[in-house]
């Protein structure tokens, strides 16, 4: 079983950046798909990034394309999301997740989720 | 793909049998998950593949539907099943999530 620990989330101002970080233990980190995805405040859960296991492909919603970046580092079994050019509408609870097999895209393990503000 | 979920709220009894939809703009398979959520918790996996269910998920969940409707069905209610339930389809990018059922007790 995959644990998922989400560290990098706080308060920034608009047009600011941040970068969050995912700590996975506990299974074989390299060869999962993993995905960023995100819940403001009251609202639904909506997806951002995954990225394959060796990093080469990614996806975003098109709301952060060009803003967000998704990588990974597997010797260090680290995800992370670049987020630059926030915006208030990017004030969200964070999370890393991974599916229940090396490629599904439907998510098993989650993160506790760490809180991004982006407020003046 | 954009999903529907109906209704967006329901109000139902412990015991009750209690059947939420998830309508697809456009043909998935059977790529679709069901999440329930409480309160200040994370997402659980419920289903996949519209009518696998998740490990140490109860049997009284059942998923079903293909191509554009599908269901959850909780067969009887029971206290801890009060959450907000979501649909999420994988077919294709962009992944998206229906709106969200909230499921309220009666």
């Known amino acids: 079983e995959m644990q998922l620990v989400e560290a990098g989330g706080g308060l920034v101002q608009p047009g600011g950046s941040l970068r969050l970080s995912c700590a996975a233990s506990?299974?074989?980190?390299?060869?999962?798909?993993m995905t960023w995805l995100r819940q403001a405040p009251g609202k639904g859960l909506e997806w951002v990034a995954n990225?394959?296991?060796?990093?080469?492909?990614?996806h975003y919603v098109d709301s952060v394309k060009g803003r967000f970046t998704i990588s990974r580092d597997n010797a260090k079994n680290l995800l992370y999301l670049q987020l630059n050019s926030l915006t208030a509408e990017d004030t969200a609870i964070y999370y890393c997740?991974?599916?229940?097999?090396?490629?599904?895209?439907?998510?098993?393990?989650w993160g506790q989720g760490t809180l991004v503000t982006v407020s003046s | 793909i954009q999903l529907t979920q109906s209704p967006s709220s329901l109000s139902a009894s412990v015991g009750d049998r209690v059947t939420i939809t998830c309508r697809a703009s456009?043909?998935?398979?059977?790529?679709l998950a069901w999440y329930q959520q409480k309160p200040g918790k994370i997402p659980k996996l419920l289903i996949h593949h519209a009518s696998g269910l998740g490990d140490g998920v109860p049997s009284r969940f059942s998923g079903g539907g293909s191509g554009t409707d599908f269901s959850l069905t909780i067969s009887s209610l029971q206290p801890e099943d009060f959450a907000t339930y979501y649909c999420q389809h994988f077919n294709n990018y962009p992944i998206t999530f229906g709106q969200g059922t909230r499921l309220e007790i009666k």
């Open positions: 990225i394959n296991n060796d990093g080469g492909e990614s």
């Open positions: 506990g299974e074989i980190f390299s060869t999962y798909w």
């Open positions: 456009q043909g998935i398979s059977s790529a």
């Open positions: 997740a991974r599916g229940g097999s090396t490629t599904s895209w439907y998510w098993v393990y």
